[in-house]
């Protein structure tokens, strides 16, 4: 089975702060995936990366920052913690660069701003 | 007008009943769908994944693409407490995996 795994479960931080979210993934995955999830709103693609070191802005790339030095890490940056950065966030993964295979997602970490 | 569109709900329905959850979208284009299952608190996990057209069949889970419709189903026979979930429809376009399109979600509460 596939497994991703995001470091923290819960997390709150201050305005201001920067923010490091990790995940890693134990299946060779080329893709990576965060998102945000709000009530209302759904799940939106913040970052992927298809590759090691490569990034793609997604839907709402803004305030965000992502990091990938080895293929199984990927990591999410809130540059500046701002209130409205307050959210579910969730990582992905999947297999192939071109493929046609679903994601995975790990548990998500819900994360407080105060 | 949003590409998936999902009931969001919620559905209660009595143990053991057959729940039909569904979404239409508009890209024609979308070939791959797929069903996620998530539970409070949780991230989604994925329940069926079907190419193109048809059935396919997995334990009480059926997930249906009418392609002609451009409509998709996940039907749950003899439902459990514990298929008490959001589930929601994803699709995506042959060769773009890396962006899905999510529905909104269904919340679905199966009483005892």
Redesign the interface.
Known sequence: DVK?T?SSRYLVKRTGEKVFLECVQDMDHE?M?WYRQDP?L??R?IY?S?DVKMKEKGDIPEGYSVSREKKERFSLILESASTNQTSMY?CAS?L?P???????????T?LSIL | QKEVEQDPGPLSVPEGAIVSLNCTYSNSAF??F?W?RQYS??????LM?T?SGGNKEDGRFTAQVDKSSKYISLFIRDSQPSDSATY?C?M?R??S????T????TQLTVLP
Do not use: C, I, T, W
């Open positions: 991703v995001q893709n995936f209302g759904g799940l693609l992927f298809y969730l999947s192939g071109r493929g046609n295979q679903p994601q995975h997602f790990g548990d998500g819900r | 070939q791959y797929m996620y608190r949780k991230g989604p996990e994925l994944y190419y929601l994803a995506f042959a060769g995996a890396r962006q899905l999510f529905g909104s979600g």
